[in-house]
């Protein structure tokens, strides 16, 4: 209705202003059931967004658990994952298995060693009693040692050899001795005999043994019971021996020896001919560690039993057609031809082994003239 000066005018109105306004398009985002979309999500279906719109957020797939518990639950895992694997030995570096050999037991070729999985224990080969043993760790013992030689000026036949630390000497062999107990030492006394102005057996032995005795010590790296102590320094004495009458052919001199091996608390004694060989006690008595390997014995007492006198006898008989009095000595190569028979010397040595104790004072070897001349506490 239009009012103006002249009346009022009715106006017909359009059919289009009556119309409704037209409405929105329906969503075409289709959620499932029981949940509701974000404005955001619903505007990206409706522009035809690809993808399940509703699991379109920051936080989908976690279960909305504290950090804090979340750490503590990992580190339970974690170490349950420790315990586990530690009951599992884990093999060595350098480790593998033998073909053919047992399913427990691996080997390096670089270190030489096995090593058993069921305990975790590295082994070695023992030649001897061919099986496998356990790697010896040394152990270090509370003794310590002075020692010293003291030669006469003419006595041009006698040489000693003091090796307080064999550990080094087998380094400079390149040698390991690190499996043998300490102090690892070696003392030697060499008493020539039938030399001129010297003794060439002397100066071999002295110079030579421990080529022999330390290969012995390194090629076995279990523990060294008695037995095998005193297996090696048999065999050293004899190849020393051997290897004297090789490169000299046709020398006659020779000589006694006493050779001290200290291992850990053990005291290896070894001797050949008539160098007297002493343990001192801290009583200030002397204990005599091996027997003289001459004829007559003059380590023998006077009351010696009857059988032993008989025994005495027929070897001062089977030592008449030699030239030396000596049972036993390197070198002396004439007198160790096979035509001698029972007369013939031996290069074999006496070994004893002797465990040291806190009643133990020191060793001494001395050489048969002065033990003989002084008498034997007087020369200790």
């Given at each position: 209705?239009?009012?103006?000066?002249?009346?009022?005018?009715?106006?017909?109105?359009?059919?289009?202003s009556?119309?409704?306004?037209?409405?929105?398009?329906?969503?075409?985002?289709?959620?499932?059931?029981?949940?509701?979309?974000?404005?955001?999500?619903?505007?990206?279906?409706?522009?035809?967004?690809?993808?399940?719109?509703?699991?379109?957020?920051?936080?989908?797939?976690?279960?909305?658990?504290?950090?804090?518990?979340?750490?503590?639950?990992?580190?339970?895992?974690m170490?349950?994952?420790?315990?586990?694997?530690?009951?599992?030995?884990?093999?060595?570096?350098?480790?593998?298995?033998?073909?053919?050999?047992?399913?427990?037991?691996?080997?390096?070729?670089?270190?030489?060693?096995?090593?058993?999985?069921?305990?975790?224990?590295?082994?070695?080969?023992?030649?001897?009693?061919q099986?496998?043993?356990?790697l010896?760790?040394?152990?270090?013992?509370?003794?310590?040692?002075?020692?010293?030689?003291v030669?006469?000026?003419?006595?041009?036949?006698?040489?000693?050899?003091?090796?307080?630390?064999?550990?080094?000497?087998?380094?400079?062999?390149?040698?390991?001795?690190?499996?043998?107990?300490?102090?690892?030492?070696?003392?030697?006394?060499?008493?020539?005999?039938?030399?001129?102005?010297?003794n060439?057996?002397?100066?071999?032995?002295?110079?030579?043994?421990?080529?022999?005795?330390?290969?012995?010590?390194?090629?076995?790296?279990?523990?060294?019971?008695?037995?095998?102590?005193?297996?090696?320094?048999?065999?050293?004495?004899?190849?020393?021996?051997?290897?004297f009458?090789?490169?000299?052919?046709?020398?006659?001199?020779?000589?006694s020896?006493?050779?001290?091996l200290?291992?850990?608390?053990?005291?290896?004694?070894?001797?050949?001919?008539?160098?007297?060989?002493?343990?001192?006690?801290?009583?200030?008595?002397?204990?005599?560690?091996?027997?003289?390997?001459?004829?007559?014995?003059?380590?023998?007492?006077?009351?010696?039993?009857e059988?032993?006198?008989?025994?005495?006898?027929?070897?001062?008989?089977?030592?008449?057609?030699?030239?030396?009095?000596?049972?036993?000595?390197?070198g002396?190569?004439?007198?160790?031809?096979?035509?001698?028979?029972?007369?013939?010397?031996?290069?074999?040595?006496?070994?004893?082994?002797?465990?040291?104790?806190?009643?133990?004072?020191?060793?001494?070897?001395?050489?048969?003239?002065?033990?003989?001349?002084?008498?034997?506490?007087?020369?200790?």
């Amino acid at each position: 209705v239009r009012r103006g000066n002249q009346g009022v005018q009715a106006v017909r109105p359009c059919s289009a202003s009556l119309r409704p306004p037209p409405s929105r398009p329906p969503s075409m985002a289709q959620a499932p059931s029981g949940v509701v979309l974000t404005g955001q999500q619903e505007a990206w279906a409706n522009l035809g967004g690809p993808g399940r719109f509703w699991e379109e957020k920051p936080n989908a797939g976690y279960s909305g658990t504290p950090l804090w518990k979340l750490r503590a639950e990992r580190e339970a895992q974690m170490q349950a994952d420790d315990n586990a694997t530690s009951s599992k030995p884990r093999i060595p570096e350098g480790f593998v298995k033998q073909r053919g050999g047992d399913g427990d037991v691996y080997w390096s070729e670089k270190r030489q060693l096995y090593w058993r999985a069921s305990d975790a224990k590295y082994l070695v080969w023992d030649s001897l009693a061919q099986t496998n043993v356990e790697l010896h760790e040394a152990q270090v013992h509370d003794i310590s040692i002075a020692v010293g030689g003291v030669c006469h000026e003419r006595a041009s036949q006698v040489r000693n050899v003091i090796v307080k630390d064999l550990h080094r000497a087998a380094i400079a062999l390149r040698l390991s001795l690190d499996h043998l107990d300490q102090p690892c030492a070696m003392y030697a006394l060499y008493d020539g005999h039938r030399g001129s102005g010297g003794n060439s057996c002397a100066e071999f032995c002295a110079k030579h043994l421990h080529g022999k005795l330390l290969p012995k010590l390194a090629a076995f790296r279990g523990f060294w019971v008695d037995d095998r102590l005193k297996l090696a320094m048999r065999e050293s004495f004899e190849e020393l021996d051997a290897s004297f009458v090789e490169k000299h052919p046709g020398a006659k001199e020779g000589c006694s020896a006493a050779v001290a091996l200290v291992v850990g608390d053990r005291l290896v004694v070894a001797n050949l001919g008539d160098i007297a060989c002493c343990a001192c006690l801290r009583s200030g008595e002397t204990v005599l560690l091996a027997r003289a390997h001459a004829v007559p014995d003059p380590d023998a007492e006077d009351d010696e039993e009857e059988d032993e006198e008989s025994e005495g006898a027929a070897t001062s008989a089977a030592a008449s057609s030699r030239a030396v009095r000596w049972t036993h000595a390197f070198g002396d190569a004439d007198q160790k031809v096979p035509s001698l028979g029972a007369a013939a010397l031996s290069a074999t040595p006496d070994v004893t082994v002797l465990k040291l104790e806190q009643t133990h004072h020191g060793f001494a070897f001395v050489c048969r003239a002065l033990y003989a001349s002084i008498g034997g506490g007087g020369a200790v």
